[in-house]
């Protein structure tokens, strides 16, 4: 007669746990970012809203297309300066902005030609560049889920 085989044990291995520290940096990294763009949306457009009409260049305020650059430039450079102080080399950090920019650049030609409002680019550009930071993020998930202190290290 042959010894019962032993039941498989469910305690979590060092394995499972250093996964489940990457996943939990990975998406802190995720949230500190899209946190970091408010802050820098937050900070920046009120000076555009006092500085742009003393400098006469109101018409970048009062165009949709002109005014989502303006507002992706403000997240990307709350995002920036949150993932330069997170030690992020110089690539990593353009690869993101771009993730700002990339979704109202498509949609610009849509409103160009009357096919989408103002509004639409405003409210797509935004949905869709969360997904576009995703995108950027899984390329290198490394260089993201790396940080389980939360300190500024630098990446490599």
Known sequence: MTEPTPAPTTTPT??????????????????EMVAAMLVGMLALHPVWMFLFPLLGWSVALERPDLHTLLMATDMALGMTAWMRYRGHRWRPVAEMASAMYLPFVVLIGPLWAGLITGTTLFVAGHLLMLPAMLGVMLLRPHEYSGHPSGSPVRSR
């Not at 060092?14 to 949230?31: E, G, K």
């Open 14 to 31: 060092t394995t499972d746990a250093a996964r489940r520290a990457r996943t939990r940096s990975f998406v802190r990294h995720y949230l």
